[in-house]
């Protein structure tokens, strides 16, 4: 079965940096596109980079040039980088997979646990 498991949450000052991490673990065949999406109190889950199985990225307005998210094929495991975070950065953080477990036919989406990030001012 497969599962993704985060890690790299905390608390920083505004300004700081954090990096996260996420592993696919379990039997699997393929992995395609790998994000990140991000889900503040009150508010809806929205995405917040993803990165293609060529390594195309992309990245919501609001942490260009801040964030990078990069990946290891060889390890099953997206990151994302955050640089200079602001308050506003503060949410759960959730990774997400679309992968082809083994013995599978089709790209099935997965989803981490989530991650607390939490940027004080």
């Known amino acids: 079965q497969v599962q993704l498991v985060e890690s790299g949450g905390g608390l920083v000052q505004a300004g700081g940096s954090l990096r996260l991490s996420c592993t696919a673990s379990?039997?699997?065949?393929?992995?395609?596109?790998m994000g990140w999406y991000r889900q503040a109190s009150g508010k809806q889950r929205e995405l917040v980079a993803f990165?293609?199985?060529?390594?195309?990225?992309n990245y919501v307005d609001s942490v260009k040039g801040r964030f990078t998210i990069s990946r290891d094929n060889a390890k099953n495991t997206v990151y994302l980088q955050m640089n200079s975070l602001k308050p506003e950065d503060t949410a759960v953080y959730y990774c997400n997979q679309d992968i082809v477990p083994a013995g599978g036919r089709a790209y099935m989406e997965y989803w981490g646990q989530g991650t607390q990030v939490t940027v004080s001012s």
């Open positions: 990165i293609t199985s060529t390594g195309s990225t």
């Open positions: 379990g039997t699997i065949f393929s992995i395609r596109a």
